[in-house]
C-alpha cells in the first residue's frame, strides 16, 4: 500500500516566509487608521452633543409664554444678530458662555428674530411668527486629541415659532 503525498496539510517554511511581510503591512495599515477613527469618533459625539444641547434649548424657547391676549412676551426678541432677546428691558435667554459643567466646553446662544419687520423669516412675513434661532459652539478636537488651534464650529438650529 502506497500512501498518497498529496494528501498531507500544513504549510512549508516559504509559503509561511512569503506571507508574513503581508500580514505585516495589513496590520501596519490598521494601526496607523486607529487615531483616524478615534478622531471621527470624538467629532461625532461633539457634534451630537451640540445638537443636543441647541434642540434642549429650543425646546425652552417653545415652551416659552408668548400670548396676544393676555398680552405677555416671554420670548423677547434680538436687538441684532448679537444681541441675546429682550422683552421689556429683560433678556430672556443670555447668552450661555461657557455653559455649565458637564458642557463647559460649549458655549449656547439665542436669537429672535421678529417675523414680521424687515425681511422676514424664511420667506415667511408675519408679526405673529418669530424666527428662533439657537447656536452651540464648540472647539472640535484634531486627531492626536488636542483642540484644533483657535477655530471653533458652530451647530445653529432653527424654527419658527407661533404666538398664542
Do not use: H
Not at 84 to 96: H, L, M, R
Not at 112 to 124: A, E, K, P
Amino acid at each position: 500500500m502506497r500512501r498518497s503525498i498529496s494528501s498531507q496539510r500544513g504549510m512549508t517554511l516559504a509559503e509561511v516566509l512569503v506571507a508574513l511581510p503581508i500580514i505585516t503591512i495589513g496590520l501596519l495599515a490598521l494601526l496607523s487608521a486607529i487615531p483616524l477613527a478615534t478622531y471621527a469618533t470624538q467629532d461625532g459625539s461633539q457634534t451630537s452633543t451640540a445638537t443636543f444641547l441647541a434642540n434642549q434649548r429650543l425646546e425652552q424657547v417653545r415652551n416659552a409664554q408668548w400670548s396676544a391676549i393676555p398680552a405677555v412676551d416671554a420670548l423677547g426678541v434680538s436687538a441684532s444678530s448679537t444681541a441675546a432677546p429682550q422683552s421689556g428691558g429683560t433678556t430672556t435667554f443670555a447668552d450661555e458662555s461657557p455653559m455649565a459643567a458637564p458642557y463647559a466646553a460649549y458655549t449656547r446662544q439665542v436669537r429672535i428674530t421678529d417675523c414680521g419687520t424687515g425681511g422676514g423669516c424664511t420667506g415667511i412675513i408675519n408679526s405673529g411668527m418669530r424666527l428662533v434661532t439657537v447656536t452651540v459652539t464648540y472647539k472640535p478636537l484634531s486627531a492626536t486629541g488636542q483642540t484644533a488651534g483657535p477655530s471653533s464650529r458652530a451647530v445653529p438650529v432653527s424654527m419658527v415659532i407661533a404666538q398664542r
